[in-house]
Structure formats: C-alpha cells, structure tokens
C-alpha cells in the first residue's frame, strides 16, 4: 500500500480544516502512522483539538500528529543549507531585485512544501493530510515548484548535473557571481529537492487533491475554476466534498427556499465533476470543535474505508485515432471557451486559459502533425491534428 499525501484546498471558510481533520481521525483510526498538517499562517488545528501546538511536530496520540508549519522557523531550522545559498544569490540583486530570500513571493509555501516532502522521505507516516490556506493561496504553492525550477533552469541552462561544470564560464556568460564550491553543491541539492518536490506533488499514486466546496453560487463558481486550474496544472484530483449541506426535513418554510437553493447548486456540482467521487457532508447544527464534533464527519460521511486511495481518474485527456490523423482530447471542465487559447510549439501542444498556461507533450507519432481544428464543449477541449505536408 503506498504512503499517501492527501490535500485539502477550497475558498475560505467552507470547512478545509475541519474535513481534513476528519480525515486525520479516520486515517488513525485504522492504525495508519498519520500526520495533521496545517501550511495555513492562520493555524486552526489546535483549536479544533483543542491543543496547545507549538513550531515542532505535536503527538496528540497513538498514530496521530498534528503541526501547524511556521515558514519562517523551518526555513531557519530545517533547510539551512539552501536559505545560505539563496541568500547568497540574492545578495547580488541585479539578478533578482529582492533583498531578502522572505520577499520572494511564495517562498513560505515553497518551504512549507518542501518540509512536507522531507517529512514524507523520511518513512515515518503512511499518510499526510494537509490542510490550506484558501484557494488563492494553494493554487500559488502549487505552481511555485514548477515556477522555481523553470527559473533555475533558465539560469543554470545545463542542468544539475552540468551545473558543476559551469562555475569557470558562468561570471561572463551569466553576468552573475557563481558561488564557490559548497554553494555549488547547494545549488545542486536545492534543484535536487525541487525536481523532487514537483514528481512528488504530481506523482497520482502519492498525491491527491480534494476540493471542498459548498452548495451556494459563488463557493461553487470557485470551485469550478479551482478544478480547472488543478487539471491544467495535471495535478490528480480525486475527491469533491460538499459541505453543510441542510436536512431535507427540518420542517420550516423559512428554510424551504434556502433548500431550493442549495439543491440547485448540488445539481450544479453533481453534473459538472461527473469524473470525481462526491461526497456530501450535512450542516451540523452546532460548531465542528473537538475531536468528538469532528468525529461526526468520520461518521457520517467516511465511511468508505478506501477513502484515502488515490482514485484514478481517467478521463483527463486521451489522444485517439481517426480517419485524418488525431484527436486529441483535454479536460478542462468549467472554462470559457472566448478564453481559451491555443498554440503549438515544436514538441508539445500549449493550451492557456486567463493566467494559466498547460504544456501537453506531444507523442512522438505527432511530431510530424499540425493542428486542423479545434472545439470546446461540455468541458472537453478537442484538437485535431492532420499529418503536415513537411
Ligand atoms: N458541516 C458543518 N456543520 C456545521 N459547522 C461547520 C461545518 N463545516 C464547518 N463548520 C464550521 O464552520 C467554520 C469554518 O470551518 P473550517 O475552519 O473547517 O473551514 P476552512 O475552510 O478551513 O476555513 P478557512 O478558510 O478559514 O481555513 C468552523 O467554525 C467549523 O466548525
Ligand atoms: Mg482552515
């Protein structure tokens, strides 16, 4: 059975934190070593149990671990190596025009994520649950790794294992100061960690994305581009929750239209992530504090002892035959189709939607093909490729 990471992420305030707590519950009820972590600056996980957490990783009991990571103090503590070699890059700031490795945006979710692939690597838990910030938040701690390796690659074009080599040429050709040999060694190992991050966070049998959301227009309007984006970036989401969700029979009108309304919207949701396990999550009517509030979610709701498998979702994109040449087809469930834009470089097909970009390798048997056409309709991208007269 393959040690998992498993992350929450939704807007603010739909019950990330609780869910995820949920999960952590179950998780350690079935005698799975599982770690609770919080990448949130506004840490609630002590609250929800009722704990008192400090920086450190926090035994609560058998199987279950709860932290709260502080960027700051893990950048300090446990990546000294790479924040010494940052701030030396840094320091020369025609290269980046930052100060200071803490103004780099993103580099406290970088850290956070970092912290957790080092945790995962080092065997101690079968099972990560990580609790987000909201969306905005995730969608940029998602993207950094991607962001921070093109960066170093474009500066260190050779890659790491020409990287070395390059110290004696680097000063002009770069017009930066090449760190001396342990800096170099540092820089190697920083690109090691981030190659390793990104397979990590992209790996489908490790990592899982979970969306929560709740039955109301404006969670779920985000919900859907949250999905999008998710997809774009080919990360593996598996799992759609929707929260506070009302009894059918309270029996009061007062309620009746709300319900109408939240129904709508669960139609909505059900027909739009037709590729995901949904799972639905009632309004509890008090607040979900304490592990024996948190437990009704454990329940009710997770019942499914696979829950924490990474599902797997298939119909992402697919490239089929036809009589002209290719088809191929991408997921990209709620996006506007005036939005979309699409190109092709040498080896892969490039699909952009708003600030969003995906690279699509191209398989081989279409290097040779040019795109005829193109169409968006029910979620699905389809382009068209004919074999091209060069
Ligand atoms: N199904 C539910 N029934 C009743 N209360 C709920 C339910 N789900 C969440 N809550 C309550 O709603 C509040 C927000 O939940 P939670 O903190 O889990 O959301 P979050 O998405 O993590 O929020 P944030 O974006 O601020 O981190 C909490 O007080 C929680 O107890
Ligand atoms: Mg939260």
Same mark, same amino acid.
């Given at each position: 059975?393959?040690?998992?990471?498993?992350?929450?992420? !939704? #807007?603010? $305030? /739909?019950?990330?934190?609780?869910?995820?707590?949920? @999960?952590?519950? &179950?998780?350690?009820?079935?005698? %799975?070593?599982?770690?609770?972590?919080?990448?949130?600056?506004?840490?609630?996980?002590?609250?929800?149990?009722?704990?008192?957490?400090?920086?450190?990783?926090?035994?609560?009991?058998?199987?279950?671990?709860?932290?709260?990571?502080?960027?700051?103090?893990?950048?300090?503590?446990?990546?000294?190596?790479?924040?010494?070699?940052?701030?030396?890059?840094?320091?020369?700031?025609?290269?980046?025009?930052?100060?200071?490795?803490?103004?780099?945006?993103?580099?406290?979710?970088?850290?956070?994520?970092?912290?957790?692939?080092?945790?995962?690597?080092?065997?101690?838990?079968?099972?990560?649950?990580?609790?987000?910030?909201?969306?905005?938040?995730?969608?940029?701690?998602?993207?950094?790794?991607?962001?921070?390796?093109?960066?170093?690659?474009?500066?260190?074009?050779? !890659? #790491?294992? $020409? /990287?070395?080599?390059?110290?004696?040429?680097?000063? @002009?050709?770069? &017009?930066?100061?090449?760190?001396? %040999?342990?800096?170099?060694?540092?820089?190697?190992?920083?690109?090691?960690?981030?190659?390793?991050?990104?397979?990590?966070?992209?790996?489908?049998?490790?990592?899982?994305?979970?969306?929560?959301?709740?039955?109301?227009?404006?969670?779920?309007?985000?919900?859907?581009?949250?999905?999008?984006?998710?997809?774009?970036?080919?990360?593996?989401?598996?799992?759609?929750?929707?929260?506070?969700?009302?009894?059918?029979?309270?029996?009061?009108?007062?309620?009746?239209?709300?319900?109408?309304?939240?129904?709508?919207?669960?139609?909505?949701?059900?027909?739009?992530?037709?590729?995901?396990?949904?799972?639905?999550?009632?309004?509890?009517?008090?607040?979900?504090?304490?592990?024996?509030?948190?437990?009704?979610?454990?329940?009710?709701?997770?019942?499914?002892?696979?829950?924490?498998?990474?599902?797997?979702?298939?119909?992402?994109?697919?490239?089929?035959?036809?009589?002209?040449?290719?088809?191929?087809?991408?997921?990209?469930?709620?996006?506007?189709?005036?939005?979309?834009?699409?190109?092709?470089?040498?080896?892969?097909?490039?699909?952009?939607?708003?600030?969003?970009?995906?690279?699509?390798?191209?398989?081989?048997?279409?290097?040779?093909?040019?795109?005829?056409?193109?169409?968006?309709?029910?979620?699905?991208?389809?382009?068209?490729?004919?074999?091209?007269?060069?």
């Amino acid at each position: 059975m393959n040690r998992r990471i498993i992350i929450f992420t !939704g #807007k603010g $305030g /739909v019950g990330k934190s609780s869910v995820a707590a949920a @999960h952590a519950i &179950k998780s350690a009820s079935q005698g %799975k070593n599982t770690l609770l972590v919080s990448t949130d600056m506004a840490h609630n996980l002590g609250d929800i149990f009722e704990q008192k957490l400090g920086r450190e990783i926090c035994n609560i009991r058998p199987n279950l671990d709860l932290y709260e990571i502080d960027p700051q103090y893990v950048m300090e503590n446990d990546f000294e190596d790479i924040m010494k070699y940052l701030g030396s890059l840094l320091s020369q700031k025609d290269v980046i025009g930052l100060e200071d490795v803490g103004m780099l945006p993103g580099m406290e979710e970088l850290f956070s994520l970092l912290r957790i692939s080092q945790l995962y690597r080092s065997d101690v838990y079968d099972r990560i649950i990580v609790d987000c910030a909201p969306t905005g938040e995730t969608l940029s701690l998602l993207k950094f790794p991607e962001l921070l390796s093109w960066y170093m690659e474009k500066l260190f074009p050779i !890659g #790491k294992v $020409g /990287v070395r080599m390059l110290a004696p040429v680097s000063r @002009h050709l770069f &017009k930066i100061e090449m760190p001396n %040999k342990d800096a170099m060694n540092d820089i190697e190992k920083m690109f090691v960690k981030l190659m390793e991050l990104e397979e990590l966070l992209k790996d489908r049998d490790v990592t899982s994305i979970r969306i929560v959301t709740t039955p109301e227009k404006m969670v779920v309007e985000e919900t859907k581009r949250n999905y999008m984006y998710m997809n774009l970036y080919d990360f593996n989401v598996d799992g759609l929750y929707i929260n506070r969700i009302l009894p059918r029979d309270i029996g009061n009108e007062f309620f009746d239209e709300w319900l109408n309304i939240q129904q709508k919207y669960i139609i909505e949701i059900t027909e739009t992530f037709t590729a995901l396990p949904i799972y639905r999550i009632p309004w509890y009517e008090e607040e979900l504090k304490g592990e024996d509030n948190i437990s009704r979610i454990v329940r009710d709701v997770l019942t499914d002892d696979h829950i924490f498998d990474a599902a797997i979702i298939n119909d992402r994109e697919r490239f089929e035959q036809t009589d002209e040449g290719y088809d191929l087809r991408v997921s990209i469930p709620g996006a506007d189709k005036k939005d979309i834009d699409l190109y092709q470089a040498s080896t892969d097909i490039v699909i952009k939607t708003g600030n969003f970009k995906r690279n699509i390798p191209l398989p081989n048997i279409l290097r040779d093909h040019v795109v005829s056409g193109a169409g968006y309709e029910n979620g699905v991208l389809k382009i068209s490729f004919v074999k091209g007269d060069n």
